[in-house]
């Protein structure tokens, strides 16, 4: 569980730092250690389990670390082909692994007696590994974590103070450190970035440390972008230009759990690897040692199955670069790229022979990696490639690999590119789902009737196989489409797109006629066009005082939102209301930057509480409008007076009394009437921040005020 990790932005900047390296590696592994791994129940047992300070921390003084091998620990991420790890220093309990200055809260002031953190540096130099340290910025011994910088300003100086001069220690007194892993950079009820950075001081921090470090890499979690993306439990790729890794755990939890059973078998870690190599991108593979800090034997052997299987694909991993060839997908398996040479990844084998499309270039040769067979193959005009010889009499193990090496670096224009629901991140809206013909047959003319569910803009895609390269007209409802369409190669499965088509609420049908061959549609979807409406459409109120504070339970969240506070009954702009202790609190609109209206940020953070936004629909008719809402912790929305239900889980909704929930968009349908319709969102805040986001499949015809009254 991370909370600072940053939306998918398209402005990220490029690194500063060498970033030869970490584009070179594609795989590192992440280590977490410390006092929570004597419990054996995750990273976070301090904060879920609401452990005193006073009891938790009487856990150093049985902390000996009698199994730790820091040589040992590196030589096993060798074998595994990684080619740097990341190590953590200190994690939000704030138990540090080395030999600080700043407090006796160590392992070097306790009966390990070792500063784990040179022992791991020193093996990482021993067998060449590029050395990552992870930080984190918070830290639990300091109550002003939860408080916050207003309520105790002392508290918070100090613990910032000592975070600076930690930091200092770490890229002063240990040599070379080639990757600065931040993480914890919390304000409590502040998510807005600006303001956390203000409040760490982190562009004094990086600076710090940059001239400390002039060749460093630094993440993205210091409230900051600086160089490296880091999404977290899921494959979300930035922008092209941008380095990334995706942080994963074997299992649910980053340290040792006793109870994690849900542990990812080799293949599927190696898959999630080959999708980041696709992207530019590394895979940073977490291990948690046992408290006693030796490896458990189910990650050691995940490990060792993954150095396998490196050790003969490697190549289809390490350096590689991030093109439009391979980000389309491909028939026979995911592509990546290296200079001339193109890499397929084979989840089984073909039954006949290997068909891949999109080849402009001339072939030199065609091999499987590990293997001494020889490969034909037939390179057609229209770019398909038929390649013969795999032996497909036994089966794959884990996942094989084709080179094809060019004679110069492939094209980068998008190939043939098959139609599938893409994994869209923590933070984008879902893809709709693809959905299948059972039943179909070549034609010169194919019809598709379906049906959406309110009025809007959709995208129309079809999944077709074409006996040859031809152009096609497409018509709906009767309306012939402008917008080309085109099959660049035959016999191969590609994917033809109408953008941007504004359809009714219905049933509607769609009539696609190749130009000069028989082809068949198998595969189609219709995906809304979803559009943010941004902070200045809405007018801001709050913050109500509610009885959860950090650490609270789901009950007084869920009583909260039950609860029926005054913009839910009273319109008038003006309210003096008892739940904020009869002050007067106003409705406003302020200018605000982003997507997402940041609660925290426009209606202040002095009190934490439920906030409302508002804004008014002017609607030509009456209809219904498909929404998604994405929120940090809990929200509901109000149309008009009346609570709307999502497709969240009822079963969820009974335990906090929110239907919105977490950074994943959740659907709902609103039903608008003539004239203005009044929208309003209510959110309750979590430990750090108070949020959301409100997408909507907007037809074009409808208008929004944040100010008009009914």
Not at 207 to 222: A, H, K, T, V, Y
Request: charged share 25%; hydrophobic share 40%.
């Amino acid at each position: 569980m991370n909370l600072m990790e940053a939306p998918v932005a398209g402005d990220l900047p490029e690194a500063r730092g060498n970033a030869r390296w970490f584009n070179q590696s594609r795989f590192g592994v992440f280590v977490h250690y410390g006092l929570y791994s004597m419990l054996g129940r995750g990273e976070w047992a301090m904060y879920f389990e609401k452990i005193p300070r006073e009891k938790y921390n009487k856990l150093a003084d049985d902390f000996n670390a009698e199994d730790f091998d820091a040589r040992s620990l590196v030589r096993l991420a060798k074998r595994a082909g990684a080619g740097y790890m990341v190590f953590g220093t200190r994690h939000h309990e704030g138990f540090c692994l080395w030999d600080t200055k700043t407090t006796d809260f160590s392992s070097v002031k306790h009966p390990a007696g070792r500063d784990l953190v040179r022992e791991y540096v020193e093996a990482c130099r021993e067998e060449g590994l590029r050395v990552g340290l992870y930080y984190s910025i918070m830290s639990w011994q300091w109550p002003a974590i939860f408080t916050g910088p207003a309520e105790d300003p002392d508290g918070w100086e100090g613990m910032v103070a000592e975070t600076h001069a930690q930091l200092r220690e770490l890229m002063t007194d240990y040599g070379q450190i080639d990757y600065l892993w931040y993480d914890g950079c919390v304000v409590p009820g502040l998510g807005d970035a600006g303001i956390r950075a203000k409040y760490w001081r982190s562009r004094d921090l990086n600076e710090m440390i940059r001239s400390l470090q002039p060749d460093i890499l630094i993440n993205d979690r210091s409230a900051l972008p600086e160089d490296v993306s880091t999404p977290e439990q899921h494959l979300t790729a930035p922008p092209r230009g941008r380095l990334w890794e995706c942080c994963q755990t074997m299992g649910r939890y980053w340290g040792w759990h006793s109870q994690d059973e849900e542990i990812k078998n080799v293949r599927l870690l190696i898959e999630q690897m080959i999708f980041c190599a696709r992207y530019g991108g590394n895979l940073l593979l977490n291990i948690g040692p046992f408290g006693s800090g030796e490896v458990p034997p189910a990650q050691v052997e995940r490990l060792e199955g993954i150095g396998r299987w490196l050790s003969v694909n490697g190549a289809s991993i390490r350096d590689t670069e991030r093109t439009a060839y391979t980000e389309a997908q491909h028939l026979i398996g995911s592509a990546t790229c290296h200079g001339r040479k193109l890499y397929f990844h084979l989840a089984e084998w073909p039954r006949e022979h290997a068909v891949i499309a999109g080849i402009k270039r001339n072939i030199e040769s065609i091999r499987l990696l590990g293997s001494a067979e020889a490969l034909s193959w037939e390179q057609k005009a229209d770019g398909c490639v038929f390649i013969q010889g795999l032996p497909t009499d036994r089966p794959i193990d884990i996942i094989a690999v084709i080179e094809v090496t060019l004679d110069r670096p492939p094209s980068r224009k998008a190939p043939p590119s098959l139609l599938v629901e893409h994994d869209t991140g923590r933070h984008d809206p879902a893809e709709a789902p693809v959905h299948t013909l059972t039943s179909w047959e070549m034609g010169r003319v194919q019809t598709l009737s379906f049906t959406v569910p309110t009025r809007g803009i959709y995208h129309l895609e079809f999944g077709i196989i074409s006996e040859q390269a031809q152009s096609f007209a497409l018509t709906v409802d009767e309306k012939r489409i402008l917008q080309p369409s085109l099959v660049s190669c035959g016999n191969y499965p590609t994917t033809i797109r109408l953008k941007d088509i504004l359809l009714e609420a219905g049933e509607h049908q769609v009539f696609i006629e190749g130009s000069t061959a028989d082809f068949g549609l198998y595969l189609w979807r219709v995906q809304p066009v979803w559009r943010i409406l941004g902070p200045k459409h809405w007018s801001t109120i709050g913050p109500f005082p509610t009885e959860f504070r950090p650490q609270g339970s789901n009950a007084q969240v869920r009583d909260a939102l039950g609860r029926v506070f005054s913009p839910e009954s009273n319109e008038d702009l003006e309210i003096a209301s008892d739940a904020v202790g009869g002050r007067p609190v106003q409705w406003a609109v302020q200018k605000a930057h982003g997507d997402c209206v940041n609660l925290g940020l426009l209606c202040g953070a002095s009190e934490v509480g439920l906030c409302y936004a508002r804004t008014v629909i002017l609607s030509p008719d009456e209809r219904d409008l498909s929404i998604l809402v994405s929120c940090d912790w809990w929200a509901n929305v109000f149309v008009n007076g009346r609570l709307v239900r999502s497709e969240r889980a009822s079963e969820d909704f009974e335990i906090d009394g929110a239907w919105f929930n977490g950074w994943k968009p959740v659907a709902a349908t609103i039903h608008l009437r003539r004239g203005p319709n009044v929208l309003l969102v209510k959110c309750h805040p979590g430990s750090t921040d108070n949020w959301f986001t409100l997408f909507l499949n907007d037809p074009g015809d409808i208008h929004f005020s944040p100010t008009q009254e009914i």
